[in-house]
């Protein structure tokens, strides 16, 4: 990953001590407004208020991120009709063999749960995913880890619209991740474009999601989604606000439901960042719950975008913005290493891959 790059000229404005602050029992929302003027004040405001969410419970919604509402109205617009289609109509771009983030997944195809070691019934949900609009680096040309990671988009024959909603939004989800890890580099006292080079060859992926109504009580210990952590550096999520959404793990041990404001998106870092800041950070437990009774027959849709490193970025712990004396609590790890280790366990619902 290379040597830290602290800001030597620039003390931190944000340092809270732990045993002086509350703990967070709610997602907090969070302006990026000011992060886009000139200057350094804003970015410092909104890097302490990401700093706080993060270290207190690993999520925080955003608002003030400048994504066009129309590019979210057309994808939303656009997966819903697919996922209104026949089950044969669907199936006609399935997930590859190689169970990546392309295509289509259908309902009970994986099991989040299992990339914890957890064994679950499998997730009732089904999902449409994308990875990557580029190619792949010259430097993986021809590997493993381009079919892996830079696998061509497979697209439902004959809906052109539903192509370029995806990728117009994933560009926009790029483009705010980035502004997203330049503002976590400056939270921890670092270059702003610390970052950057780990992620100029992202690996990112989307899904839209749909959670079908329940027409039968699900089985023990089944959910729409079962309990997790994110393995990237962190997902920027659009979901529908109805009964049966997402739900937070808070330190003491209870669950907080996520309602944010209609034009927030909710973000929560990945097991990445958690490793890059030695665990100061929080990549914290969520699920989706399902619909109490009077809501079964209430369909949900689902936007995450999972925001991923190069193949090759090195995740090695960063320790000097702390200061703790605490020495590295992780080996160096591949990043595309590190990210198969989980996700070959959801997809396959197996405690080991």
């Known amino acids: 990953m290379g040597a830290e790059s602290p800001r030597p000229t620039r003390q931190p404005k944000w340092s809270i001590s732990m045993s002086d602050r509350r703990e967070l029992t709610e997602v907090p929302a969070i302006d990026l407004g000011p992060s886009f003027a000139a200057g350094e004040a804003g970015r410092d405001q909104v890097a302490a208020e990401i700093r706080r969410a993060c270290e207190d419970i690993g999520f925080f919604s955003i608002v003030g991120h400048r994504v066009p509402d129309d590019i979210v109205e057309a994808l939303r617009r656009e997966a819903r009709a697919y996922f209104a289609l026949p089950p044969e109509e669907k199936l006609k771009t399935p997930q590859p063999p190689e169970k990546i983030s392309r295509g289509y997944s259908h309902v009970g195809s994986r099991g989040l749960a299992f990339s914890l070691g957890k064994e679950t019934p499998p997730d009732l949900q089904e999902s449409f995913a994308m990875g990557p609009i580029k190619s792949a680096p010259p430097a993986i040309a021809g590997t493993s880890a381009e079919r892996l990671f830079f696998l061509p988009n497979s697209w439902p024959a004959g809906r052109p619209q539903f192509r370029a909603a995806f990728e117009a939004y994933y560009s926009e989800m790029d483009r705010i991740a980035v502004h997203l890890l330049r503002?976590?580099?400056?939270?921890?006292?670092?270059?702003?474009?610390?970052?950057?080079?780990?992620?100029?060859?992202?690996?990112?992926?989307?899904?839209?999601?749909?959670?079908?109504?329940?027409?039968?009580?699900?089985?023990?210990?089944?959910?729409?989604?079962?309990?997790?952590?994110?393995?990237?550096?962190?997902?920027?999520?659009?979901?529908?606000?109805?009964?049966?959404?997402?739900?937070?793990?808070?330190?003491?041990?209870?669950?907080?439901?996520?309602?944010?404001?209609?034009?927030?998106?909710?973000?929560?870092?990945?097991?990445?960042?958690?490793?890059?800041?030695?665990?100061?950070?929080?990549?914290?437990?969520?699920?989706?719950?399902?619909?109490?009774?009077?809501?079964?027959?209430?369909?949900?849709?689902?936007?995450?975008?999972?925001?991923?490193?190069?193949?090759?970025?090195?995740?090695?712990?960063?320790?000097?913005?702390?200061?703790?004396?605490?020495?590295?609590?992780?080996?160096?790890?591949?990043?595309?290493?590190?990210?198969?280790?989980?996700?070959?366990?959801?997809?396959?619902?197996?405690?080991?891959?």
């Not at 959670?211 to 210990?221: L, S």
């Open 183 to 353: 503002l976590f580099a400056r939270a921890l006292n670092l270059d702003d474009d610390f970052f950057d080079s780990k992620v100029n060859e992202a690996t990112s992926t989307m899904r839209a999601i749909y959670y079908p109504p329940q027409d039968r009580a699900p089985e023990p210990g089944q959910l729409r989604a079962g309990e997790h952590t994110d393995y990237d550096t962190l997902t920027i999520l659009k979901g529908d606000d109805v009964p049966g959404g997402l739900q937070v793990k808070l330190r003491h041990g209870g669950w907080v439901d996520v309602h944010p404001r209609g034009d927030a998106f909710v973000c929560n870092i990945g097991d990445l960042m958690m490793r890059w800041t030695n665990d100061e950070w929080v990549s914290n437990l969520h699920r989706v719950a399902n619909p109490p009774p009077e809501a079964m027959m209430l369909g949900r849709l689902s936007i995450p975008f999972f925001h991923n490193p190069n193949v090759d970025a090195e995740i090695r712990c960063i320790t000097s913005f702390y200061d703790r004396g605490v020495g590295e609590k992780y080996p160096p790890v591949k990043f595309g290493d590190f990210y198969l280790s989980k996700h070959m366990k959801a997809q396959n619902m197996a405690k080991t891959a």
